[in-house]
């Protein structure tokens, strides 16, 4: 514990230098030019999830986030620029909600196809995603840009599937064969990974059908864990179904 030396009163007190004003201005411009990349993104967002990208219009990005279209082109280029940048934040989105799972609790449970820690790894990574896909309060807007992108295979496609949907499946099926006690994937169990993840999309891209279904207005935090519980459930039900 440090020892706290207390000053005389007449001893002048010492404040520390306030940052040059240089360094103020930086980190100031740096703020400013991260929100204003941040305002951008979330408004090409919603233009591209609700119009796609043949009917989206710069224009209209750059007026829902509140700037020129000078601005819009000096971050990201052109309308393709931004499309892709899009693309790349939602991947970001997903790197960021899956980084609390240990890479190498998670390697090792996969090597030794060790049942039980591949389950729990399993329904950690279930839990992950329905808090990426139902858990936030911009999750719709996102994942309507993703639903589209499906459907008509944009310029982001190529991101979204080898940075993403590729290897998400892969893991789940490496987790699913786990769990059964395999090193490797059969068919089997890269088919189960695809349900477990068409299982949870219906909670984005089919949210109002969902929500109207079960009668929530929302998902707030009970109905959260009501599908995090879903998700648990899922996770344990993959036991079995694989021809050993």
């Not at 944009?154 to 940075?163: C, V």
Request: charged share 20%; aromatic share 6%.
């Amino acid at each position: 514990m440090l020892n706290k030396t207390m000053a005389s009163p007449s001893t002048p007190s010492i404040k520390p230098a306030a940052p040059a004003r240089g360094a103020r201005e930086t980190r100031s411009g740096y703020a400013k030019g991260e929100g204003t990349r941040r305002a951008i993104l979330a408004a090409a967002l919603a233009e591209f999830g609700e119009h796609g990208f043949a009917n989206a219009t710069t224009r209209r990005i750059a007026q829902a986030a509140g700037v020129t279209l000078p601005s819009l082109a000096y971050y990201f280029g052109n309308k393709e620029g931004v499309y892709l940048a899009c693309a790349t934040e939602i991947v970001d989105r997903y790197v960021r909600q899956m980084a609390t799972i240990s890479a190498v609790d998670l390697t090792g449970a996969l090597a030794r196809a060790d049942s039980a820690a591949c389950r729990d790894h399993l329904k950690q990574l279930l839990r992950h995603l329905v808090q990426l896909l139902a858990g936030s309060d911009d999750a719709l807007t996102w994942t309507t840009f993703v639903a589209r992108e499906l459907r008509e295979q944009g310029p982001a496609f190529t991101i979204l599937y080898e940075r993403l949907w590729e290897p998400g499946a892969r893991l789940l099926a490496r987790l699913i064969a786990g769990v059964r006690g395999a090193t490797t994937v059969r068919d089997a169990d890269t088919i189960d990974a695809l349900l477990l993840i068409s299982s949870l999309v219906a909670f984005y891209t089919g949210r109002v059908v969902s929500l109207r279904t079960l009668g929530w207005d929302k998902i707030g935090d009970n109905e959260l864990e009501a599908l995090f519980a879903a998700a648990d459930r899922l996770a344990d039900g993959v036991s079995g179904g694989a021809d050993s």
